[in-house]
C-alpha cells in the first residue's frame, strides 16, 4: 500500500498505456470488488428493521474511515484546490450513492435496486464510446428497465426513483474517482473523502441512534456491510480505474446485478420474477454488446490491432 510519502511514489499507471497483464489485474479487481459489495449490502439489508438505512448508511461511512484513515494517513493540510475538488466531489457521491441505494434496496430489493443503480456506469460507458450501435444500446437499456420494473399503479416508483438516484451518483463515482486517482498518490484521495464523509455523518449518526436504539448484531451486520461495501470496492476500483478506461469500467460493471441478484436470492430471500429477470437480462445485453463493440484492440474488420 503506498504510504503518504508523495516523493516516493511512482507516477500512477495510465489506463491508456496499461499492459495487457495490468489491464488484467484490474478487470480481476473490478469483479472481486463487486461482488464484495453485493455480500456487503446483503448484511446491511438485514440490519434495516432495527437501525434503518440511515443507520446502515452512517455506520457504513463511519467504518470506512475508521479502516481506511489510519492505513493511508491522508495529509489533509497538504491538499491543493485542485485535489480539494474530486475530494468534495466524493464525499457529496458517496452520500447520495448510498444512501438512496440502501434506501432502495429497503423498497424494491437488491437486485432491481442495483440493476437500476448500474445505468449509472452504462451511461457513462454509452456517452464516452459515441458509436452507432450506443443508440441501440441505450433503447434496449430503457427497454429493460420498463419491463424489469413494469410501471402500473402498484408500481413502487419511489423506489425506482431512488435507484436512478443512485445510478447518477455513481456516475458521478466513477468519473471522480478516476480524477483522484490521477491527482493524489495510492489511496490518499479515497481516504481524505471518507473522513470527511465521515466527519459529516457523525451528528447524523448521533440523532438517528438516539432515536433508533441499535443491537450488537445490527452495528456487526453494518460494520461488516461497510468493510465488504466500501473499503473492498473503494481499493479495488481504485486499482481498476488506473489500469482500465473509464468506459471499460463502466461495461464490465455489468457483473454488478448478476451478484446483487445472488446475495438477494440466497442471503435475502428475494427471489425475481420473470419480467424482472428479463427486464435484467435487457439491460445486460445492452451492456455486453457496448463492451465487445468498443473492446480495446479490436477493429471494426475485426483484425486486432497492439497486445
Do not use: K
Given at each position: 500500500?503506498?504510504?503518504?510519502?508523495?516523493?516516493?511514489?511512482?507516477?500512477?499507471?495510465?489506463?491508456?498505456?496499461?499492459?495487457?497483464?495490468?489491464?488484467?489485474?484490474?478487470?480481476?479487481?473490478?469483479?472481486?470488488?463487486?461482488?464484495?459489495?453485493?455480500v456487503g449490502a446483503a448484511a446491511g439489508a438485514h440490519a434495516f428493521p432495527v437501525i434503518g438505512a440511515v443507520g446502515v448508511v452512517a455506520i457504513r461511512q463511519l467504518t470506512t474511515a475508521a479502516v481506511?484513515?489510519?492505513?493511508?494517513?491522508?495529509?489533509?493540510?497538504?491538499?491543493?484546490?485542485?485535489?480539494?475538488?474530486?475530494?468534495?466531489?466524493?464525499?457529496?457521491?458517496?452520500?447520495?450513492?448510498?444512501?438512496?441505494?440502501?434506501?432502495?434496496?429497503?423498497?424494491?430489493?437488491?437486485?432491481?435496486?442495483?440493476?437500476?443503480?448500474?445505468?449509472?456506469?452504462?451511461?457513462?460507458?454509452?456517452?464516452?464510446?459515441?458509436?452507432?450501435?450506443?443508440?441501440?444500446?441505450?433503447?434496449?437499456?430503457?427497454?429493460?428497465?420498463?419491463?424489469?420494473?413494469?410501471?402500473?399503479?402498484?408500481?413502487?416508483?419511489?423506489?425506482?426513483a431512488l435507484g436512478l438516484t443512485a445510478a447518477a451518483a455513481w456516475a458521478c463515482y466513477i468519473l471522480l474517482n478516476r480524477s483522484v486517482g490521477q491527482r493524489l498518490p495510492g489511496l490518499e484521495g479515497?481516504?481524505?473523502?471518507?473522513?470527511?464523509?465521515?466527519?459529516?455523518?457523525?451528528?447524523?449518526?448521533?440523532?438517528?441512534?438516539?432515536?433508533?436504539?441499535?443491537?450488537?448484531?445490527?452495528?456487526?451486520?453494518?460494520?461488516?456491510?461497510?468493510?465488504?461495501?466500501?473499503?473492498?470496492?473503494?481499493?479495488?476500483?481504485?486499482?481498476?480505474?488506473?489500469?482500465?478506461?473509464?468506459?471499460?469500467?463502466?461495461?464490465?460493471?455489468?457483473?454488478?446485478?448478476?451478484?446483487?441478484?445472488?446475495?438477494?436470492?440466497?442471503?435475502?430471500?428475494?427471489?425475481?420474477?420473470?419480467?424482472?429477470?428479463?427486464?435484467?437480462?435487457?439491460?445486460?445485453?445492452?451492456?455486453?454488446?457496448?463492451?465487445?463493440?468498443?473492446?480495446?484492440?479490436?477493429?471494426?474488420?475485426?483484425?486486432?490491432?497492439?497486445?
Amino acid at each position: 500500500m503506498t504510504t503518504t510519502t508523495a516523493p516516493a511514489v511512482a507516477a500512477p499507471i495510465a489506463a491508456a498505456t496499461a499492459s495487457s497483464r495490468q489491464r488484467a489485474a484490474g478487470i480481476a479487481a473490478l469483479v472481486g470488488g463487486s461482488a464484495s459489495n453485493q455480500v456487503g449490502a446483503a448484511a446491511g439489508a438485514h440490519a434495516f428493521p432495527v437501525i434503518g438505512a440511515v443507520g446502515v448508511v452512517a455506520i457504513r461511512q463511519l467504518t470506512t474511515a475508521a479502516v481506511l484513515v489510519p492505513l493511508v494517513r491522508p495529509r489533509l493540510r497538504a491538499l491543493t484546490r485542485a485535489q480539494w475538488g474530486p475530494v468534495l466531489g466524493l464525499v457529496a457521491v458517496f452520500s447520495v450513492m448510498n444512501l438512496s441505494l440502501y434506501l432502495a434496496v429497503d423498497r424494491i430489493g437488491l437486485a432491481l435496486a442495483v440493476t437500476l443503480e448500474f445505468l449509472g456506469p452504462l451511461t457513462v460507458a454509452l456517452l464516452g464510446s459515441r458509436r452507432r450501435i450506443d443508440l441501440a444500446c441505450a433503447l434496449l437499456a430503457a427497454a429493460g428497465v420498463v419491463v424489469m420494473t413494469r410501471p402500473g399503479p402498484t408500481t413502487d416508483l419511489l423506489g425506482v426513483a431512488l435507484g436512478l438516484t443512485a445510478a447518477a451518483a455513481w456516475a458521478c463515482y466513477i468519473l471522480l474517482n478516476r480524477s483522484v486517482g490521477q491527482r493524489l498518490p495510492g489511496l490518499e484521495g479515497t481516504a481524505a473523502a471518507s473522513l470527511v464523509t465521515a466527519l459529516v455523518w457523525l451528528p447524523v449518526a448521533a440523532v438517528w441512534f438516539v432515536l433508533h436504539p441499535p443491537t450488537p448484531a445490527a452495528i456487526l451486520l453494518a460494520v461488516s456491510c461497510g468493510v465488504l461495501s466500501s473499503v473492498v470496492p473503494y481499493v479495488a476500483d481504485l486499482v481498476a480505474l488506473r489500469r482500465v478506461p473509464a468506459e471499460l469500467f463502466g461495461t464490465l460493471s455489468s457483473v454488478s446485478p448478476v451478484w446483487a441478484a445472488l446475495a438477494g436470492w440466497l442471503l435475502l430471500g428475494q427471489a425475481l420474477e420473470v419480467h424482472e429477470w428479463l427486464g435484467m437480462a435487457l439491460i445486460l445485453a445492452s451492456n455486453s454488446a457496448v463492451s465487445v463493440a468498443g473492446r480495446p484492440g479490436v477493429r471494426r474488420g475485426g483484425g486486432t490491432i497492439g497486445a
